[in-house]
């Protein structure tokens, strides 16, 4: 073997084992050289012996000064040494190595004749060398097991955490299911108060809804128990927390002192342990929310059904106290008690009165009829002026005005016939022989003018509500032509704003796509670094972002163009508006004095519609002479 220049020692941290055994093992096959012919001297050294005295296999090693005064290594396997694991930026050696010897096999040649060489290659008598101390693995196996100790450690601590906060989180969750039992039972008295319907008939309606208030006031405790629990169990969640964070960094620095793993290895393996405690406890704070919910969601639903229950038993007491006041009143009317009026000419008299004002609002009404202007003139208010229109008619209607009245003849004619002033042998005579028929003719012409009124009442409010029906269909055809033009406003504003979005989107679409682009050119002026670079980008990014400027000055010009048109369309929505409306009247703007000539071509129906829309005067005469009859058979009665 040929004696090499002294290798010097790389300092350590450098290099990883790995790679320093691989580079040992390069130098020490480049020592190995075999010999074909005969073997070296015992000792060559450079300078000393001429080359024509050793083989032709026998490379000779020049090393200069300048060569060893960086040491062994070359600049090749320093930038190997120095680089970082996993470095994306530094050469592979291995793979080096492989692309190396794979063109060492294509120059030397075909696999047969490699391994000629090196079965020709081995030594005569293979002499085992000891490699090296295994007092790195004997260190490495006590770092491992210390380090696994110290982990297990660290679990048994986390452990012993979790077995001190679970009894007291067990704890206080059952003390908040008995609070919440307790409650349960004592609102299950309240209500059983009211679940018999005797005892619901001893209550009014002030005692039900005190009842009430005494329910829906355990529910603020209830809600501050599961509020007061779910602080408890943060709290206890959170001293969880502070725990584990110094069991983690105590044993965060046994672990870092064991050395077992790399600083990098080390904070991954923590991080993962971390994690998995991070993960846990989000868990358990996921499971405090979710009770939290359930429990809050529990009460709501627990409070709701009682207020249905309390809300059925309300209908109950509402349902038995209506039966029992029906009740009273048909005693009331079976019973004796009733009287005849004092006077039936006033009765009468207070009922004119009362058909007068009824009366009256309705001419209010069709008078109300005519303040009916845009933009209050739509189909709504028609509809609510009919419907008030109604109500008013319905109450000059024979069956609910005159209901007092017959109900008053009803008591007139259970006195005459009941009243008990004389025993039952001589009041049973004076009835026969003196009061039965004055009784009876009385009776015969009450009934016929009662009879008369009815008839005139229900031909006259027949014909009003013709006239009125038609007035209706007029007013409610005013409203239309106003709805259809606001309708029109409406599609005119809709398209507007159709075409401002259609502008906006077509702009949003450019700019964005500018924006993008900019971004890119900035992106890359981030990165240039030559000045004649980041001037070419800077100016490009000008250009850009003068680009920009000209679209949104072409934007708003767009949009501005885009709103210049409205009020041309607002104006063709008006101009129709008021061709429909002197359609509607027939009216010309044009030729005003047409009116007349206009009205003889309008068909009967309109004709009749433009007369019905004036039936104050004639239901005020039939309802004047109604009354002046009324008051004359009233007389005659009396």
Known sequence: ??????????????????????????????????????????????????????????????????????GL????????????????YTENPILYKQYRDFVDRQVTGSESTEAGKEVRSLPENVVPAKTGSDINDRIATSRKERHEQTVEDLHQALNVISTELEPRITKASEETLQKLAEGDVKLEQVMARIKSDDALLTYSLEDLNQLWD?????????????????????????????????????????????????????????DKESQALNQTCLSNRRAYSDLFVRLMSADMEREK?????????????????????????????????IIKPPGIEQVTDFMLTELTILNQQRL????????????????????????????????????????????KVEAIKQELLQEGVLDEKRGKQVVEEEMLPLVGEQQRIFEQNLETMEKSQEAHTKLVEENLHSLFKFA??????????????????????????????SHD??????????????????????????????GKVFDMLEKIQESYQMFHQDQLDIVHTYPDMVQSELN??????????????????????????????????SVASRPSSRASLRSSQSRRQGRKVTREEG
């Open 73 to 88: 290594l070359s600049p090749r396997q320093r930038t190997w040494a120095e680089g970082f694991p996993n470095d994306p």
């Open 509 to 538: 679409y450019a700019n964005q796509e500018a924006e993008a682009n900019l971004d890119i050119v900035m992106d890359r002026m981030r990165q240039d670094a030559t000045e004649e670079a980041l001037r070419e980008s800077l």
């Open 214 to 270: 005494e329910l829906a006031a355990y529910t603020p405790a209830r809600q501050e128990w599961i509020l007061e629990l779910d602080k408890k169990l943060k709290a206890l969640e959170e001293e969880r927390m502070q725990k584990i964070r110094s069991v983690f960094q105590e044993y965060a620095q046994i672990l870092e002192k064991t050395a077992h793993l790399l600083a990098p290895d080390l904070e991954r393996f923590l």
């Open 476 to 505: 409610q055809g005013i409203a239309h032509v106003w709805d259809m033009h606001e309708i029109g406003l409406a599609k005119q504003e809709r398209a507007l704003q159709e075409k401002l979005d259609e502008c906006r989107h």
């Open 305 to 337: 059904g009682q207020h249905a229950q309390w809300k059925r038993r309300l209908e109950d007491w509402k349902a038995l106290k209506t039966k029992m006041a029906v009740e009273k009143f048909r005693d009331f009317m079976r019973s004796e008690d």
């Open 1 to 70: 073997m040929t004696d090499t220049t002294a290798m010097r020692v790389v300092p350590s941290g450098k290099v990883y084992r790995q790679m320093f055994e691989a580079q040992l093992q390069l130098s020490r096959s480049l020592t190995k050289i075999p010999s074909k012919e005969k073997p070296l001297p015992a000792l060559v050294k450079v300078g000393q012996i001429s080359t024509d005295r050793l083989p032709a296999s026998a490379p000779i090693i020049r090393l200069t000064r300048e060569d060893t005064s960086h």
């Open 364 to 407: 209010d009404l069709v008078q109300s009829l005519s303040e009916l202007r845009p933009p209050s003139s739509t189909k709504s208010a028609v509809y609510k002026w009919r419907q008030q229109m109604q109500k008013v008619t319905q109450e000059l209607e024979m069956e609910t005005v005159c209901r007092t009245c017959l109900e």
């Open 576 to 609: 129709n508006f008021d061709n429909a409306v002197c359609k509607y009247f027939s009216v010309d703007r044009t030729h005003p004095d047409d009116k007349a000539k206009l009205l003889e071509t309008v068909p009967p129906d309109e004709s009749r519609v």
